[in-house]
């Protein structure tokens, strides 16, 4: 079962997008990828497409079409699918694939975080699964989680120790693409356990420069009383 996002993400937000979709916030070093406003994609209506979006070919599928048989997926596509039984059962067989990363450095666990697979999620944790694990473009699964709006496991890592600052290439963190995406218990969740608030984007956008850039305005709301309770002097 897919852990559901923030209420603030539009309907079909998770629908798997065509073959040319991004997989990750930094799936390419392209100015599209790039934490700012000006530089995120937009689809046909001018909306801003989020950029963890896996295509189906690498999920596993061929456009709504599931696979004849779930064993011809690597245990990377059944991370993503939310095949616990399966994984298990390959990892029972080589204990090795836990941790193994793919061609961009991306773990099962990571695949399962960008796809909001909370059962897999606490499955690979509870098999030992590392979720300080850093893929090639710098993606963290609590990056990747973060900007999917999964809130429930953004706290699920959390709780394992995760870096909250952790950044990815272009300086994108958690919190910035939380932000970006308009995911506003995702942004409450981080913020909860000392997110920074100051740390910036390659680009300059800081997430409360980039909530009023976006037009965010309940997330500039949360950041805003957040600030306030920063400063707030003792009683």
Avoid at 195 to 202: G, L, P, Q, R, V
Wanted: aromatic content about 4%; proline content about 4%; overall charge negative.
């Amino acid at each position: 079962m897919e852990a559901r996002g923030d209420e603030e993400v539009a309907d079909g937000q998770h629908v798997v997008q065509s073959s040319n979709a991004k997989v990750c916030p930094s799936d390419s070093r392209d100015e599209g990828s790039d934490v700012s406003p000006e530089n995120m994609d937009v689809d046909e209506e001018g909306l801003f497409i989020h950029p963890t979006t896996l295509t189906n070919k690498q999920r596993g599928n061929e456009v709504t079409v599931r696979p004849a048989t779930l064993d011809a997926l690597s245990i990377h596509q059944l991370a993503a699918q939310g095949e616990v039984s399966q994984v298990a059962a390959h990892l029972t067989k080589d204990g090795s694939l836990l941790s193994k990363q793919d061609e961009r450095g991306f773990t099962p666990l990571m695949w399962a975080a960008a796809f909001g697979e909370k059962a897999m999620v606490d499955f690979l944790l509870e098999k030992g699964a590392d979720p300080k694990t850093i893929a090639r473009e710098r993606e963290s699964a609590l990056t990747l989680a973060s900007s999917g709006g999964y809130v429930d496991i953004v706290e699920s890592l959390l709780r394992h120790g995760v870096d909250i600052d952790a950044f990815d290439w272009n300086g994108g963190t958690p919190l910035l693409y939380a932000v970006r995406g308009n995911h506003i218990n995702c942004v409450e969740a981080l913020l909860a356990k000392g997110a920074d608030m100051t740390i910036e984007s390659d680009s300059g956008y800081s997430p409360m420069a980039l909530a009023v850039a976006l037009g965010h305005k309940k997330i500039q709301k949360v950041l805003e009383d957040h600030i306030l309770k920063l400063y707030k002097p003792p009683t």
